[in-house]
């Protein structure tokens, strides 16, 4: 085990001095039963702010207007 350890570590401080920090964050859990309902319900709910949103509606045609006979 502490083979794998020392690799681990090694690996780590290499990040480390290419400029990089390790970052632990929380995510859903999509083995939760409730995931994909709770998916729907906040979808739902940005659906209908985006649609109550007038201005960004406008905001947003007026970009994609911009993008007409736009090429890479």
């Not at 995510?27 to 309902?37: E, L, N």
């Not at 406008?58 to 006979?69: E, P, R, S, V």
Request: charged share 30%; with cysteine; glycine share 2%.
């Amino acid at each position: 085990m502490a083979h794998v350890n020392s690799r681990v570590q090694k690996h780590r401080d290499a990040l480390r001095m290419a400029g990089l920090r390790l970052v632990q964050i929380w995510v859903p859990d999509t083995r939760r039963p409730d995931f994909a309902q709770e998916c729907r319900r906040q979808s739902l709910l940005a659906a209908q702010a985006d649609m109550a949103d007038t201005d960004m509606q406008h905001f947003m045609n007026d970009a994609l207007a911009d993008l007409d006979g736009w090429t890479e």
